[in-house]
Nanobody, 115 residues
């Protein structure tokens, strides 16, 4: 079992920044992929960014150049630095991890971009 706990969400004005963090209950050296999805009201959950244990990253086109994903295997954390936030980034952001072929989710953290 892997428990994931997110933190760092909140309300920010357009153009602002937020940093999300997700802490795993097991060593990240045993988790192949970690990352973030988001779900806006009335929309399907969509992939935001991923990072493998080796540090390979991938991100949705809508956030490339604005969001950066990073991972600290020693601390078992994965972070999402979000810059130049837009109203369309408003969503619940979910951390996820893939370990031994199983998918685990965090409880989600709300990010709201509004003036």
């Amino acid at each position: 079992q892997v428990q994931l706990v997110e933190s760092g969400g909140g309300l920010v004005q357009p153009g602002g920044s937020l940093r999300l963090s997700c802490a795993a209950s097991v060593s990240a050296f045993t988790i192949y992929t970690m990352g973030w999805y988001r779900q806006a009201p009335g929309k399907q959950r969509e992939l935001v960014a991923t990072i493998t244990i080796g540090g390979n990253t991938n991100a949705a086109d809508s956030v490339k150049g604005r969001f950066t994903i990073s991972r600290d295997n020693a601390k078992s954390t994965v972070d999402l630095q979000m810059n130049r936030l837009k109203p369309e980034d408003t969503a619940v952001y979910y951390c996820y991890a893939v370990k031994d072929g199983r998918l685990y989710w965090g409880q989600g953290t709300q990010v709201t971009t509004s003036s």
